[in-house]
C-alpha cells in the first residue's frame, strides 16, 4: 500500500454516446463471452463503416474492457485521423495509455483532449492529473484536480484523487478532509471509504480503519476493496481469523482479486496453516503471473513445511522478476543452509549485503552459516557487524564465537 500509489484512476471508456461500465459481477466465463461478443459486433460494424465514429470508439472501448490495450489504441488511432477534432476519442486513448503506464503518452492525449473543449470537462482534468500524480508530478496534479473541482463541485472522485496528492506529501490533515469530504458528497462511492481507511492503516489507526471500512460496507455491501482493506486492518489488531473471513467474502464478491488471496495466505501462513497458505499463493500467482512477493510468501511457506527445494525453485522465480528483491535472496540463503549448500547460502547473503549495506540480516545469517559450518575466524567480523547493527541473534552468537576463538 505504497502511498505514492493511490490514484484514483478511470476505469471506464468513453463512446460517443455513453459511459461503459464495467459490472464486475458474475462469472469470468460470463464476462468473457460478453465481452468477445461485443468485440465481434463492433468489428462488423467497422468493417461495414470503417470512418463511422461511434463504431471506433465502441471497438475501441471493446478491446480495452479486455485489456486489449494496443489494439484498443490502434482502433481510437484511426478514429483520431477519420475525426481528429472529437474529444472523446483523445481522451480514451490517453485511458489506454494510463492503463499500460505510458503516462507521458496519456498525458499528451488528455491534453489534445482539454483542448477540444474549451468549457472544460471534469473527468479530462481529472484524469490527466491522475497521470501526473503517478509521474509524481505533484503540483500540476494538483492545478488539474482543482480545475476539475471548479468545474464539477460535486467530483467525489477529483477530492479522492487530490487527498491521495496530499496524503504522498505529507499533508494528511489536508487528505483526510479531502476523503471526509467525497464520502459526504457520495456515501455510495467505495472507493472513497477505501482510501480513507486505507489512509488510517498506514497511520497504524487501526479500529479506526475497522469502524470506516464497516461504514463503507453498510452503504456498499458489494464492495470486495472495503472487505479487503478491513482485512488488513482486522490482522493490524490480531484478528487474524476475523480478517481471513473477509478476505474471503472479498474474494467471494470478486474471484480475481489478487490482493485478497496473497493476503490471506499471508493469514493463513500465520496461523501456521501452511498448506491453505500455499493454495491461496498459487492462486494469487495464476491470476498475477509477475507477482514476485507470492513467490516469495510461498518459498516461505514451502521452506515451513521443509519442502527446500520446491522453496528455492520459487525464490529462484521471485529474483527473475525482480532483481533486487532483498528478501527473495534472504529467504533463498537460508532454505539453501538448511539444504547443506552452504557456498549458495553465503553467496546469497553477501548479494543481500551488497543491496542493503545498513540491514543487519545479510551479517548475522552469513556469519551465522559460516559459525554453523565451523568456520568460525569467518563468522566473527560479519557476527559483529550485524551485532553492531542491532541483531541480538548474531550478539548471542558472538560471545559464543570469541569464546571457541580463545
Known amino acids: 500500500m505504497n502511498k505514492t500509489e493511490r490514484i484514483e484512476t478511470n476505469q471506464g471508456f468513453i463512446t460517443a454516446a455513453v459511459i461503459l461500465i464495467l459490472v464486475l459481477t458474475g462469472s469470468s466465463l460470463l464476462r ?49 485521423t477519420a475525426h481528429p477534432n472529437a474529444s472523446v476519442t483523445w481522451y480514451n486513448r490517453g ?11 496519456a498525458i499528451e492525449d488528455y491534453t489534445r483532449a482539454i483542448s ?13 492529473g491522475s497521470a501526473y500524480a503517478k509521474l509524481k508530478k505533484w503540483d500540476l496534479a494538483l492545478n488539474d484536480y482543482n480545475k476539475a473541482l471548479s468545474l464539477e463541485p460535486a467530483s467525489a472522485a477529483a477530492y479522492v484523487n487530490r487527498a ?11 487528505a483526510f478532509a479531502d476523503y471526509s469530504k467525497a464520502i459526504e458528497l457520495d456515501p455510495h462511492y467505495a472507493a472513497a471509504w477505501v482510501k480513507r481507511s486505507s489512509f488510517s492503516i498506514a ?21 470486495s476493496d472495503l472487505y479487503l482493506y478491513r482485512g488488513f486492518a482486522h490482522t493490524g489488531v490480531g484478528k487474524v481469523e476475523t480478517a481471513i473471513e473477509d478476505y474471503t467474502q472479498a474474494i467471494s464478491l470478486n474471484p480475481e482479486s489478487v490482493e485478497a488471496y496473497a ?9 501456521g ?39 528455492i525453485q520459487d525464490y529462484n522465480m521471485a529474483i527473475s522478476l525482480k532483481q533486487d528483491n532483498l528478501d527473495a535472496y534472504l529467504n533463498r540463503g537460508v532454505a539453501y543452509a538448511m539444504s547443506n549448500r552452504h557456498a549458495d547460502s553465503v553467496a546469497d547473503f553477501s548479494i543481500v549485503i551488497k543491496l542493503a549495506p545498513k540491514d543487519n540480516r545479510g551479517y548475522a545469517n552469513r556469519g551465522i552459516a559460516n559459525y ?35
Open 95 to 105: 485511458l489506454a495509455y494510463s492503463r499500460q503506464e505510458k503516462y507521458e503518452q
Open 164 to 174: 491521495a496528492v496530499y496524503e504522498a506529501n505529507d499533508q494528511g490533515a489536508l
Open 263 to 271: 493476503k490471506r495466505g499471508l493469514a493463513y501462513a500465520g496461523m
Open 372 to 406: 554453523q559450518k565451523g568456520l568460525i575466524k569467518e563468522a566473527i567480523p560479519d557476527l559483529r557487524k550485524g551485532c553492531d547493527l542491532g541483531n541480538r541473534n548474531a550478539c548471542g552468537l558472538l560471545k559464543n564465537a570469541l569464546q571457541q576463538r580463545k
Open 203 to 223: 497511520k497504524g489507526q487501526f479500529d479506526k480503519a475497522i469502524q470506516d471500512c464497516s461504514l463503507g460496507i453498510s452503504a456498499n455491501p458489494d464492495s
Open 116 to 128: 477540444l473543449e474549451p468549457a472544460g470537462i471534469a473527468r479530462y482534468y481529472t484524469d490527466r
Open 32 to 80: 468473457n463471452a460478453v465481452y468477445h461478443e461485443e468485440i465481434r459486433l463492433w468489428e462488423d460494424v467497422v468493417a461495414k463503416s470503417p470512418g463511422k465514429m461511434r463504431a471506433l470508439d465502441n471497438l475501441g472501448s471493446a478491446y480495452a474492457a479486455r485489456n486489449r490495450f494496443d489494439a484498443a489504441i490502434e482502433t481510437y488511432r484511426n478514429a483520431i
Open 273 to 311: 496453516n501452511y498448506d491453505a497458505a500455499i493454495k491461496d499463493y498459487a492462486q494469487a500467482m495464476a491470476l498475477r503471473p509477475d507477482y514476485a512477493e507470492a513467490y516469495n510468501n510461498r518459498g516461505l511457506a514451502l521452506a515451513a513445511t521443509k519442502q527446500f527445494y520446491a522453496a
